[in-house]
């Protein structure tokens, strides 16, 4: 099967549909036997208690104006390698392959990522204001910081890095994925559909298979002309790792959206939800922090290479009186700016970022999860009842209007304001509000704890009704589309 049929399989279980195909709710008889509801009858259930007290909003870091940032490093005289097709970088103690960009382009914006149906624009008009500090180390959900070395492999570090905080925001604790099994599914530094080649996939953990970059070197094609690597080139994958770690799957990469827009409002929005994103940018010779401890962050530059790239992490902002941060997690292992860490202004990123992709990805391992995974159920509901978000049963409405999550009701002053507990965690919440899109003829209405779509069967090809019912839960609350498929994302 095709590594995008997969992914729509597994899309196929994300949302809970509810079909409606008159104004009283009935069920219709074309509709089949799964069109019957359950009904939970019973109260709504209060939120698990915090996992851990939510962080209180942290100091800003001290940070410069972009006038009074120090000079950008520079690479040592000879510092400069014929060995890496696409460039290299140096990274304050070596030289690091880029990644060839093809157009500027690492990832392929918009190549089977999900696309949302009613914008933030027509639904809700100005959001809830923003935090001016978010950090996701301070939560624990950022993964460990990995060192690709000399190898051309960030965009498979990226996407290690981006599944380790998914699943962390599943559970507490998590074992991280193996950089390398994202790897060997497509080892060139010059394929644009690395993501596509690991969605809807399982992966396996770093312990059962490490990096190893002599290993992941050689698996690069040799080149078409000069003289091949000392390590070789076009070598094939290990079986036995192979074997292996698909033998022992921990996690799954669920779905991706890329980002039409690589702005500030629009990275400080997903990263307030919760999710890391991916950022791909143009690089100068030299990309070395600079700065205090605590508060290192990457000089504005003026120059960039123009035919290769990197790929890298975003974990959290910080909105100063002068601008805009952003928080790097790289993968030039821990002596590279804090610990692997450092600010990069919103004037470098509006000036060489050319993607965001944010992805998906739950465990594939017994663990207390905090997201229930989500059934998909068609049904009807009947009285002004709401699909459970969860549950795929319909139920009465929360206080605040929205759909129930996993039998749960949020409670109100549990979080700081514009966030929700609903699994034992503070995120996102949804913004509450009803309307009507004209152009796509969805109707919805949302709580703080989730929203619920009414949706057109052109639409929701899978509708066996003239219209369907579809409840998604806080933060991932925006209805979307990933070729066809109907489901929630953040």
Known sequence: MAVRQRALLVLAGTVIVACKSAPTFAPREDAGPAAVASVDKGPAKAPPALRAPHPSVPPLPDLPELAAHDAPGAAPPGAASADHPCGSVWSGSGLVPLVCTKSSLLFGVGEGGATIIVPDAKMHGTLPALPAVVDHRLDGSEGPVRDQRNTPACTAFAIASAVDHAVLRWMPKATAVSSMHVWSRYRTPEERS????????SLGGEGDWPWNATEANGWVSCPLSGKPPAVGCGLPVS??????????PIAMLTHVQYLADVTTATLQTKLAAGQDVILTLLLPDAFMPKGKAGARYVPHYAKAGVDAGHALIVAGYARLAHGTY??????????????????LHEASVKAWAKEAVVLDAEPRVEGDGGRPKRVRGELTCEGGLLPDSIRGVCAARCADGGPRHDGVCPVAGQCPAGTVNLTGACVLASPAGS?????????????AGGCTYTVPRTIDKQCTGNTCLVSCPAPDFHLARVNGQITCIE
């Open 326 to 343: 952003f928080l790097l997690h790289n993968s030039w292992g821990p002596l590279w700016g804090d610990g692997g860490y450092a600010w």
């Open 194 to 201: 690395s993501i596509d080649k690991n969605l809807g996939l």
């Open 435 to 447: 309307g009507h899109d004209v152009d796509t003829e969805v109707d919805w209405t949302c709580g």
């Open 239 to 248: 079986e036995a790792h192979l074997q292996k770690v698909e033998g022992k």
